[in-house]
């Protein structure tokens, strides 16, 4: 019989390689015995005992279950790992009331693209944008003499400019032109009659983004 002590040991062993948000753990089971009878004789006389232990695992608000029914350390990890999810990336939900931009635009040599050089100089994968409509996006390209070094894109809905792919050549940074770059997009953005714009940021784009008068609304994470 599994004793209550037993089931602490095997509980501390899902909680160790367990890095979900929740865990919870379920053991079932017991002792079986079955005896036949045949002309008042017995004829199978059995016993069994079995224990099952399923794993529930909470990420992000998703939830996996998985189950064993044999308890050493290495069958219960991979019962903890066998449908959880795992933080892939971090970034932060940023937002701005356009009516409350209160950065000047800013004089730096940017001039409207498209998405083809927005990947040139945004050093992305060959093709990735290629069947993507440039109508859809404004784009823009900032230049530092006479190199493109850094770029970004906006696309309006609903009166809110989302701002994606700003990004400066490795070179170029730390000049101020990603930011002065975003702040062009949000007066862009104000001109063609946005309200807001949004935008996510990595860590080390928080500070920059937050320069313009993006605040902070919370993170995102993804799990895959």
Known sequence: MLTQEQAHEIFD????????????????????ALT????????????????????????GGRTARATTNKFDDENLRRAVEARRYSLDTATRSMGLALADLRVPRPDIDAEPADLAAHARVGELPTGLLDTVDDRSFHVLVARLGAEAVSTGIAFDRDGDCGIYNVGTLAHARRRGIGTALTAVLAHDAAARGCKTASLQATAMAERAYAAVGFR?????????
Do not use: C, M, W
């Not at 902070?216 to 895959?224: F, K, N, T």
């Open 13 to 32: 062993k899902v909680r160790k390689h367990s890095t979900a948000d929740e865990t919870e753990l379920l053991i079932a089971g017991g002792r079986q």
């Open 36 to 59: 036949r009878f045949a002309n008042n004789t017995i004829h199978q006389n059995v016993a069994e005992e079995n224990y099952v232990v399923s794993v529930r695992t909470v990420f």
């Open 216 to 224: 902070d609304l919370g993170r995102i994470l993804e799990y895959v």
